[in-house]
C-alpha cells in the first residue's frame, strides 16, 4: 500500500547545504510548515547521528503554523574529494484528537499514516572570490588594520618613543648622580649652609621625580597606542 503524500511543507525541499570552514559547528535551518487544520506530530532523523545534532528533533506543529529546527554539524576535517552522503529524513503523521502520548503515538501508527521526506546533506567551502568580496566589505577602521603601510607607522611610533623613554631615564640618572654629587659638598662646607643645601637637594628631588612621571607618561601612552590600533 502506497504512503500518503507528506502534508508538510519543507524549506529547503531537497538538501540542506552546510558552509564552511567546518573548524567549528556549522548550522542550518529545515523549516516545517503544517498547510493543514489539523495538528500534525513530526519526527527528524539521520543517517549520521554522531554527526548532527538537531533541535527540536521531534514535537508538534499546530494547524497553520511552522517550526524552524536547527540542523548542526559537529567540527571535522573536510575533504573537498568526498562527496557526503548523509541523508535526513521528516517523518509525519496527523495527530490524534485525544493524543496524551506522543511516543505511545509512534509506536502504534499504522504504516500508511506516515509520511516522510528526505533531503540530501552538500558541504561547501567559501571561495577565494568570496573571502575578497568579505574582506573588501569590512569597515575602513577593520581594513585599514590589515593594511601593511600603517603597521610600519605604527612599529615606527613605538620605536620612537621607546627611543624618548630611555632618553628620559639618562637625564633622571644623570639628575641622581649630580643631587649625590652636591650634596657631597653640602655636607663638606659645614652646617650654616645647611638650610640653602636642603633646599637645593629638594629641588632636585623634584626634577628627578618630574621626569620620572614624564617617563612613565610616555611609556603608559605607547601602550595605549598600541593597544588602539590592535583594537582597530
Known amino acids: 500500500m502506497a504512503r500518503t503524500e507528506q502534508v508538510l511543507a519543507l524549506e529547503p525541499q531537497h538538501e540542506l547545504k552546510f558552509r564552511g570552514p567546518f573548524t567549528d559547528v556549522v548550522t542550518a535551518t529545515l523549516k516545517l510548515t503544517n498547510p493543514t487544520e489539523r495538528n500534525v ?5 539521520t543517517t549520521a547521528p554522531r554527526r548532527y545534532c538537531v533541535r527540536p528533533n521531534s514535537g508538534i506543529i499546530d494547524a497553520k503554523n511552522s517550526v524552524n529546527v536547527s540542523v548542526m554539524l559537529q567540527p571535522f576535517d573536510y575533504d573537498p574529494n568526498e562527496k ?3 541523508k535526513f529524513m521528516v517523518q509525519s503523521m496527523l495527530a490524534p484528537y ?3 502520548d506522543m511516543e505511545g503515538v509512534w509506536k502504534e501508527a499504522k504504516p500508511e499514516e506516515l509520511m516522510d521526506s528526505k533531503l540530501r546533506c552538500a558541504f561547501e567551502m567559501p571561495l577565494e572570490n568570496d573571502k575578497t568580496t568579505e574582506l573588501s566589505s569590512l569597515p575602513k577602521s577593520s581594513s585599514a588594520s590589515l ?7 605604527i612599529m615606527e611610533e613605538c620605536k620612537r618613543l621607546q627611543m624618548e623613554v630611555l632618553r628620559l631615564r639618562e637625564e633622571n640618572k644623570q639628575i641622581r648622580e649630580d643631587d649625590g654629587l652636591r650634596k657631597r659638598k ?3 662646607m659645614g652646617a650654616p649652609h645647611s638650610s640653602s643645601s636642603g633646599m637645593a637637594t629638594s629641588t632636585m628631588r623634584d626634577e628627578g621625580l618630574g621626569t620620572r612621571v614624564l617617563a612613565f607618561c610616555v611609556l603608559f601612552f605607547v601602550i595605549g597606542v598600541i593597544i588602539g590600533k590592535l583594537a582597530l
Open 84 to 86: 557526503s552522503k548523509h
Open 186 to 188: 653640602v655636607t663638606s
Open 98 to 100: 485525544d493524543m496524551t
Open 147 to 153: 593594511d601593511d603601510g600603517e603597521g610600519k607607522k
Open 41 to 45: 506530530c513530526f519526527k527528524v532523523k
